[in-house]
Nanobody, 114 residues
Framework: QVQIVESGGGLVQPGESLRLTCTAS????????ISWYRQAPGEAREFVAR???????KYSDSVKGRFTITRDNADNRAHLQMTNLRPEDTAVYLC????????WGQGTQVTVSS
């Protein structure tokens, strides 16, 4: 059974940083594509960042230069390092893993507010 758990969210002030973690089990993590999405209240789900099994990276324009996605295959974890956070980054952040099909976690709340 595939399980995906996100952690690391919280309340921060503008300009601060957070590091999100996606922990997975039940699938071949090393060859899976890991993505982060986010969804703000009343908004559509938005792509944030992706790392493939070959370590190919992709970022949305809104986070490029501020967010960094990495993976630790030994621990079946992926991380999203978020710096210089802005109020518009406020959302539930969800981890998506693709291996023959899409799997989703429940999400972790990130709130950026002064």
């Amino acid at each position: 059974q595939v399980q995906i758990v996100e952690s690391g969210g919280g309340l921060v002030q503008p300009g601060e940083s957070l590091r999100l973690t996606c922990t997975a089990s039940g699938l071949p993590f090393r060859v899976s594509t890991i993505s982060w999405y986010r969804q703000a209240p009343g908004e559509a789900r938005e792509f944030v960042a992706r790392i493939t099994g070959e370590w190919r990276l992709k970022y949305s324009d809104s986070v490029k230069g501020r967010f960094t996605i990495t993976r630790d295959n030994a621990d079946n974890r992926a991380h999203l390092q978020m710096t210089n956070l802005r109020p518009e980054d406020t959302a539930v952040y969800l981890c998506n893993i693709f291996y023959t099909e899409d799997y989703w976690g429940q999400g972790t709340q990130v709130t950026v507010s002064s």
